[in-house]
């Protein structure tokens, strides 16, 4: 049984921080490269950031500069440090593990960006 179980999202203002993490079932975490999305209202789901199993990242450009996502492999867990948060940063942010044996998602956790 694979589980991805997402924590960390809430409300905080514009320029505020806030760091999700995804705990994940130990027989796909190690086999996966772990990525967050995240999907506001209207929009489509998007790529956030995404970390290989080796550790090599990657970013989508809104984010660059101001999100920083990593994994801890004893852990089963992967996280994502969101600074200097904007309102446009507002949405669902879900948790990714694209393996060998298919890609699972988490339930999603809400982060929002509102004075």
């Known amino acids: 049984q694979v589980r991805l179980v997402e924590s960390g999202g809430g409300l905080v203002q514009p320029g505020g921080f806030l760091r999700l993490s995804c705990a994940a079932s130990?027989?796909?975490?190690?086999?996966?490269?772990m990525a967050w999305y995240r999907q506001a209202p209207g929009n489509q789901r998007e790529l956030v950031a995404i970390?290989?199993?080796?550790?090599?990242?990657d970013y989508a450009d809104s984010v660059k500069g101001r999100f920083t996502i990593s994994r801890d492999n004893a852990e089963n867990t992967v996280y994502l440090q969101m600074n200097s948060l904007k309102p446009e940063d507002t949405a669902v942010y879900y948790c990714?593990?694209?393996?060998?044996?298919?890609?699972?998602w988490g339930q999603g956790t809400q982060v929002t960006v509102s004075s």
């Open positions: 130990r027989n796909i975490f190690s086999r996966s490269a």
């Open positions: 970390i290989a199993r080796l550790g090599f990242t």
């Open positions: 990714n593990a694209a393996s060998d044996v298919g890609a699972f």
